[in-house]
């Protein structure tokens, strides 16, 4: 079940509602009993654990597909042995 966080526009009161995704939205304030409680927009708090996932798997291997700077060809190393300086697909 979901944590929402909800605060109230009236009095500042400020609580972590724990609901279910179909519940109705909690709209009364528990301190002041106000219908000026409502639900904050706030960051997720999970993690991704296991296989599969970027942190344990990609993060920190280097499979030859990115390339430094340095290690970029030069436009004259680039081109095929078998083509002229004058050649048509470059």
Known sequence: ????????????FKQEVMRKVSAPSVESC???????????????????????WYATDFKNKNNGSTKSPESTPTESE?????????????
């Not at 079940?1 to 500042?12: A, E, H, L, R, V």
């Not at 528990?30 to 296989?51: E, M, R």
């Open 1 to 12: 079940m979901p944590i929402y966080d909800y605060q109230c526009t009236s009095c500042g």
């Open 30 to 52: 528990p301190q002041c009993q106000t219908l000026a409680f409502s639900k904050q927009l706030s960051a997720p708090s999970f993690q991704l654990t296991g296989s599969g």
């Open 78 to 90: 680039s081109k095929p042995a078998a083509c002229n300086p004058g050649c048509a697909c470059h």
